[in-house]
């Protein structure tokens, strides 16, 4: 169950990153631009490297993006997964 949990986070986390870098690019909602970079900040905690000065290219930014919230929350997807295995694990053991 908590492998399942994190391969379910990593692809969430994968989506997540791939849908929020490539919206401002395409530029679907002209009037929504601030909301989709705050948006994208908040949900892809590694998109802050854009302002770093080592990083070189936007290439690199959106690889370590993608590759960090996938890490990010599959990690977090597991937490949880095994939180749940383990209260459900408890409660049949109560009964």
């Known amino acids: 169950m908590i ?3 994190a391969m379910i986070g990593t692809a969430v986390g994968v989506g997540i990153a791939v849908v929020l870098l490539t919206l401002p ?3 679907p909602f002209y009037t ?3 909301a989709i970079e705050r948006l994208t900040f908040r949900l892809c905690p590694l998109y802050f490297l854009v ?4 990083m070189g ?3 690199n930014v959106v690889i370590i993006t993608i590759i960090g919230n996938a890490i990010l929350y599959g990690i977090a997807f597991g937490v949880i997964a095994a939180m749940l295995s383990l209260y459900r694990r408890f ?3 109560a009964e």
């Open 25 to 27: 690019f395409v530029n």
């Open 3 to 5: 492998k399942k949990g």
């Open 91 to 93: 409660r049949s053991h």
């Open 51 to 54: 302002f770093a000065n080592g």
């Open 57 to 59: 290219s936007m290439a």
């Open 32 to 34: 929504a631009n601030g």
